[in-house]
């Protein structure tokens, strides 16, 4: 099994910043985590890639951030995270964490739980 957990959401003025966690645990071995990827879904519409950050370091942000998001990733603490600056609103919807990579038992792609966040003066 491997659990990711998303935190750091909440509500935000415009203009303002938050950063998000993810956690990424392997509860049988360490996960060894290859790619990471943030994505969010606003009401009524689908789930779209923010941010990707692959092993060597490569990342890839969607046009609508680029400039005002940074993907990262703490290797020892199998955590990655999205520092989120000049929010706007339309930056309002659930953030969700993609951990891809591998541990004892082979390959796996896994999803977080979620976390909202909200700009909104």
């Known amino acids: 099994q491997v659990q990711v957990v998303e935190s750091g959401g909440g509500l935000v003025q415009p203009g303002g910043s938050l950063r998000l966690s993810c956690v990424v645990t392997?509860?049988?071995?360490?996960?060894?985590?290859?790619?990471v990827g943030w994505f969010r879904q606003a009401p009524g519409k689908e789930r779209d890639s923010v941010a990707i950050l692959s092993s060597g370091g490569t990342t890839n942000y969607a046009d609508s951030v680029k400039g005002r998001f940074t993907i990262s990733k703490d290797n020892a603490k199998n955590t990655a995270y999205l520092q989120m600056n000049n929010l706007k609103p339309e930056d309002t919807a659930v953030y969700y964490c993609?951990?891809?990579?591998?541990?004892?038992?082979?390959?796996?792609?896994?999803w977080g739980q979620g976390t909202q966040v909200t700009v909104s003066s």
């Open positions: 392997g509860t049988r071995s360490r996960f060894n985590l290859n790619v």
């Open positions: 993609n951990a891809i990579g591998w541990d004892s038992v082979g390959p796996g792609n896994y």
